[in-house]
């Protein structure tokens, strides 16, 4: 028998355990505890584990008792991992496991399949190897925990990406044991869905803790097993299993960055995760679902086109796309507020998504500077004919795809992409440094553990350090003198643009009356009330908050700011004059001593 057709056992065995199960006193036993951090409010059957680890438990079986797979250790090794996974998160979904007891599970589902020699072998230094085989195993373990909140969302995702697997398990990187294991998880998880995304009414079982965890863990083994284990791959090989799981990588970032932002614990439970943004932007559950399976498919479809391509700059230039559309979307979703959902239609959503041009620009800019920047340095460093040279060049396009990755990532810690940079000062400055140097110092570190230096000259790197902290802080330092300039050579409005901070009762009274004075537009209002986010005031935007103070100014750029809130709390006043000063705008306080009837103020509508 193949391997496709024992692993398609998967399927009937996961929907009949789970069918047979339901019928059982372990379906009362087996149930989630409704509550606040839940986004079901009702006690449903935690049994969809049990199924889908059967699945793949009798699919493997069924291939080394007919022949279809060879008996070897790695096969056991996978196999073990979830059992441990599996065992684990069943006794999770009853007694509520430490994060402690859970990471000592994760550590020993991977230390079966780093024991029987499943290990990143692209990374020639076998104790970084290790090290981050270790982490991709627990973190995609955990990715597949935390994406466990919503139906249907966990098995579809786990689903599609299995398929790209597959795909390239028997086209590109033949391997039986990918092959075996990527169809067991995806048939599994086809049985599972059934019962638990409907089309109509709620989900009849969830996968739990038993469930989930063996999914993260399964794909993760299979991110390991697959192109990871090919030496000297290249770079669409190596970036195969982040697009094909970067919906869940995605979603994890973004909560964890979150939580730790508003001093909340990573591992409590909540619904501020992708599905749930998603929802409170007006789509159904199961939409959202679909959108994110669609940009999982997107994603691996965009893997296998860099394989058939198989050309470094078309793959580093799609790279750059693709990291740019995940920026904007994560960039959007972190904006979106808890709360009920609001009326946003599909077309709105998806012009939405591009939530700031300048930071698109920015991430463009910073693509073509970085590579220029490392192209120089080496070409300072070698000479003209340095490409002539085949290890060098080897080198050189492994490298520059390594540097832009940490480029990207440290610019993104450092806030380099967090606001505007008319009013740019020594921190931000700092910052340039800082993530230009730490970037720098990961990517060295990578090549040295990964591939070597075949004699490629490793002051390259210290003089693009030099070079890029030059090129990205001019980038940056000089948007305030072309900001000016367009400004003086483009009249686009003859009025004065102004910015009114407060959208209460006197800054909607500002309003009106500079509506009516010749040579004013307000292009804009910074009030606290979050409700106000993204709507509009006759017809002018609320553009943020007042924290965000700089970024509105950089935003809708005004000649002048009026303050209609004189009376609040210092602190919070002396952030707008020093956001005026920076951006060298104007700033006017108004104090306005009007008493009229409320009831003119009803008519003020809010779009």
Not at 109 to 137: F, K, P, Q, S
Not at 221 to 243: C, E, F, K
Not at 470 to 478: Q, V
């Amino acid at each position: 028998m193949t391997i496709a057709a024992v692993a398609l056992a998967a399927l009937p065995v996961s929907f009949l355990v789970i069918r047979g199960l339901l019928r059982t006193p372990a379906a009362l036993r087996f149930v989630n505890a409704p509550s606040a951090e839940r986004w079901s409010a009702r006690s449903t059957p935690l049994l969809g584990g049990f199924g889908i680890f059967t699945g793949i438990l009798v699919a493997s079986g069924l291939a080394v008792a007919t022949g279809a797979l060879p008996v070897g250790w790695r096969l056991a090794g996978v196999v073990g991992g979830c059992a441990i996974l599996f065992v684990a998160g069943a006794i999770d979904d009853i007694h509520h496991l430490s994060p402690l007891a859970k990471i000592a599970a994760q550590v020993g589902a991977a230390a079966a399949v780093l024991g029987v020699g499943i290990h990143v072998e692209l990374i020639h230094n076998r104790v970084i190897g290790t090290v981050l085989a270790l982490v991709w195993l627990i973190g995609m373990t955990n990715a597949f925990n935390l994406l466990d909140n919503m139906d249907g969302l966990a098995a579809t995702l786990a689903t599609i990406s299995c398929a790209f697997f597959a795909i390239d398990a028997f086209t590109v990187h033949p391997r039986p044991l990918v092959q075996l294991v990527s169809l067991a998880i995806c048939f599994a998880c086809l049985g599972f869905l059934p019962y638990n995304l409907r089309l109509r009414g709620k989900a009849e079982v969830y996968m739990g803790d038993s469930g989930s965890q063996v999914l993260g863990f399964g794909l993760g083994a299979l991110g390991l097993a697959s192109s990871w284990t090919v030496a000297g791959s290249t770079v669409a090989t190596l970036l195969l299993p982040i697009l094909v799981l970067a919906v869940p990588i995605l979603d994890t970032t973004l909560v964890t960055v979150v939580r730790l932002l508003e001093g909340r614990s990573v591992t409590q439970g909540g619904r501020d995760h992708t599905s749930h943004r998603l929802v409170y932007q007006g789509l159904s559950d199961k939409r959202a679902v679909v959108l994110l399976a669609v940009v999982s498919a997107a994603l691996g479809m965009t893997s296998l086109a860099y394989k058939v391509l198989d050309s470094t700059a078309l793959t580093m230039v799609g790279v750059l796309v693709t990291f740019a559309f995940l920026v904007q979307f994560a960039s959007y979703l972190a904006g979106v507020g808890q709360g009920a959902p609001t009326a946003t239609t599909a077309s709105g959503l998806m012009r939405s998504l591009v939530v700031n041009r300048r930071r698109l620009v920015e991430v463009l800019v910073d693509f073509a500077l970085c590579s220029a920047s490392f192209t120089a340095a080496f070409m300072i460093r070698i000479g003209a004919t340095s490409f002539t040279n085949a290890s060098f060049e080897y080198v050189f396009y492994r490298t520059l795809p390594a540097l832009l990755v940490a480029r990207y990532l440290a610019f993104i810690a450092f806030g380099l992409y967090r606001g505007v940079w008319r009013y740019a000062g020594a921190v931000d400055a700092a910052r340039v440094v800082g993530a230009v140097v730490v970037s720098e110092a990961a990517a060295f570190l990578f090549i040295w553990g990964s591939i070597g230096w075949h004699q490629f000259p490793r002051g390259t790197f210290a003089i693009d350090v030099f070079l890029c902290i030059f090129l990205i802080g001019a980038a940056r330092f000089s948007e305030r003198g072309v900001a000016h300039a367009i400004r003086s050579f483009v009249a686009r409005d003859a009025r004065r643009r102004v910015l009114i901070v407060g959208a209460g009762r006197s800054g909607r009274s500002l309003l009106r009356e500079l509506r009516e004075t010749p040579g004013e537009l307000v292009v804009g209002f910074v009030d606290d009330d979050r409700a106000l986010l993204k709507r509009r005031i006759q017809g002018v935007p609320i553009v943020s908050g007042l924290d965000e103070i700089g970024w509105a100014i950089g935003r809708v750029n005004p000649d002048a700011v009026l303050v209609t809130i004189p009376d609040a709390p210092r602190e919070r006043l002396d952030g707008v004059v020093e956001a005026c000063s920076r951006a060298e705008v104007a700033c006017r306080f108004v104090k306005r001593e009007i008493d009229l009837d409320p009831a003119l103020f009803l008519g003020a509508a809010v779009e």
